[in-house]
């Protein structure tokens, strides 16, 4: 790689790293104007921009806000570029469907969980708060998915949860699916007694159960 | 002696009691008040729709479960969504779960409406003055018996309430002082909403600084944007000669900043303070500098574990929070489940009744 190149791709990740949004639009277009592949683009820059943010996050120097404008910047960028990633270099896409369940508006967690899913690679398909159980069902049907990820924070929306399992059994279309949840009320013991395939307290945690459920890591 | 025996030798009545154990001093047992709030709504049997917004229905449904419980206090908490709904949120009001904001038509659309939030007068609001209303009925019905606890969402809560959580958290970083002018605002609200729940017999008012958590905001960033203004809310209420409480169901609040601004002489909360592994760990390096109202975890109480299950989990809390010399209240950690099962809840009282013994 020429230094040139290194060095935007590094600017390029900083500007992410420090939520500045104009800035990593400028570098994003910058790349494609020098004539630089797109996908190297956003592997080399803007996503080790945001799993340094990740880490910092992590590491509890970043907090909710910071981790938010950086995911925010990291779009920014993304809209610009993903117009000329060449299909091959996208790879074989998992695909999630997520959302916070009907009657919860809270969607904190459930974003935190969709940027590190999409950083690690994953087809996420965010349906938002307030989603009604048949909703999350013909979504994935429609986009093909192979996960449905389902949070919420409240006790007495959590059964909502169990309501799109048992549209998925009815149907007969269950292991088509693997259903995991997360959310704070939530715990092993709940997911087993809905018949989830996994459970996460942590939005780190979600992405190990994502990946290990779809065949992507071992994890025994 | 037999367990049934000492389970009916209570000797000090509620207000006694939680009012010993919030000044350190030892009661006849530990209070035991699990956070019955929207769960009292199926008590007597209404939706709660009508328990959110009907000050009479919340009262008698209160004082029923109450009765039914036999918890040690009440708690005036409706949802998060009351002060919102003042100040101009549009709120959701699903019959049988907790009222929310209707983020598809957010009060505070862009970064630029921030000045859209206006004082109003919490005695005359809709949702507030019937929270005021609340503590009134609660009061003069058991008020010399069992003590009422009223219920303030710091302002940067009510801000997200009324904004969307994430466009708030973000507004944070880019327009900070647009942030502070609304939180200013609200806050004076507040100020006003407290003292009004005061004057209508509160005994002690609860805050609700639900960002001073690691889970969400650097301690920095919250001392900021709500420490520094809403002290003046909890300010005015020790000037008015009632305790001050803080409840925090985040993970990982920041016990030395919530100390140092808000000055509560008790905090209610569900998971160990930030910096602490655990809660043998917290009780060591907190217990006996703050009274702990908690730390049963609510989902798992009202939801998942057996009677046998609820009475060993509180021994265990009652264990660990015996190095705190009488400065203990048995409770959840959050609001109790208002779809769980209130046979649990009152196993809550059993227990401390069982095992609480001073």
Redesign the interface.
């Known amino acids: 790689m020429s230094e040139d190149k290194q060095r935007l791709f590094d600017d390029l990740a900083a500007a992410v790293l420090e939520l500045d949004e104009d800035r990593t639009k400028e570098l994003s277009q910058e790349a494609l104007d020098r004539g630089y592949d797109a996908w190297e683009t956003v592997e080399h820059g803007l996503l080790l921009g945001i799993n340094r943010a990740g880490k910092l996050f992590d590491e509890e120097e970043y907090f909710v806000p910071e981790l938010l404008i950086a995911a925010d910047a990291m779009y920014a960028g993304l809209a610009i570029l993903r117009p000329h990633i060449k299909e091959q270099f996208t790879g074989i896409a998992r695909k999630v469907v997520i959302g916070v369940v009907e009657g919860d508006t809270h969607d904190i967690g459930k974003n935190l969980v969709r940027i590190m899913l999409e950083v690690a690679g994953f087809e996420v398909h965010d349906l938002g708060r307030d989603v009604p159980p048949r909703k999350f069902v013909d979504r994935a049907v429609e986009v093909k998915a192979d996960i449905i990820a389902l949070s919420t924070l409240m006790t007495t929306t959590m059964e909502r949860m169990g309501e799109v399992i048992g549209i998925l059994e009815e149907e007969n279309i269950r292991s088509r699916f693997k259903v995991i949840v997360g959310g704070s009320p939530l715990s092993q013991a709940f997911a087993d007694r809905i018949g989830a395939d996994g459970y996460a307290p942590k939005a780190a945690q979600a992405v190990l159960l994502a990946k290990r459920l779809s065949g992507l890591v071992n994890v025994a | 002696m037999s367990a049934a025996v000492q389970e009916i030798r209570d000797e000090l009545t509620s207000l006694e009691r939680v009012g010993l154990a919030l000044q350190y001093k030892k009661p006849d047992r530990v209070p035991a008040a699990p956070l019955v709030c929207?769960a009292s709504s199926r008590v007597l049997g209404y939706s709660y729709a009508r328990w959110s917004q009907d000050p009479k229905i919340a009262t008698a449904s209160l004082l029923a479960a109450q009765e039914l419980i036999g918890f040690d206090g009440f708690l005036t908490l409706v949802d998060l969504s009351v002060e919102a709904e003042d100040f101009g949120q549009e709120v959701i009001f699903?019959e049988?779960?907790?009222a929310?904001?209707n983020?598809d038509n957010p009060f505070i659309k862009t970064a630029d409406e921030y000045n859209k939030v206006k004082a109003v007068d919490p005695r005359k609001s809709r949702r507030m003055s019937a929270v005021i209303e609340i503590v009134r009925g609660l009061v003069e019905a058991k008020g010399k018996e069992v003590p009422t606890m009223g219920f303030v969402y710091g302002p940067l809560g009510v801000l997200s309430q009324i904004r969307g959580?994430?466009e708030l958290?973000?507004d944070?970083?880019?327009h900070p002082g647009r942030v502070l002018e609304a939180v200013h605002t609200i806050n004076g609200v507040l100020v006003e909403y407290a003292l009004a729940q005061v004057q209508a017999g509160a005994h002690a008012i609860v805050l609700d600084p639900l960002y001073s958590s690691?889970?969400?905001?650097?301690k920095e960033?919250w001392v900021k944007f709500e420490a520094e203004i809403f002290k003046s809310v909890a300010d005015a209420v020790r000037d008015a000669g009632v305790p001050v409480i803080v409840h925090n169901c985040g993970?990982g609040v920041y016990f030395d900043a919530v100390l140092e601004y808000i000055k509560p002489i008790a905090i209610s909360h569900a998971y160990p303070a930030y910096g602490s592994a655990n809660f043998e760990e917290h009780a060591a390096n907190w217990a006996k500098k703050v009274v702990t109202i908690g730390v049963a975890d609510?989902?798992?109480t009202?939801?998942?574990y057996t009677q046998a299950q609820v009475l060993e989990d509180s021994r265990q809390q009652i264990e660990i929070f015996k190095i705190a010399e009488g400065g203990f209240i048995l409770s959840s950690g959050c609001e109790y489940?208002?779809?769980?099962n209130l046979l649990s809840a009152r196993t809550m009282v059993q227990a401390a009744k069982l095992y609480g013994r001073y």
Not at chain 2, 214 to 218: E, G, T, Y
Not at chain 2, 337 to 340: M, R, T
Request: aromatic share 6%; glycine share 12%.
């Open positions: 929207g699903p049988r779960s907790t929310l904001p983020f959580h994430a958290f973000k944070i970083i880019r690691a889970s969400i905001l650097k960033t993970g609510p989902a798992k009202g939801h998942e489940p208002p779809n769980g």
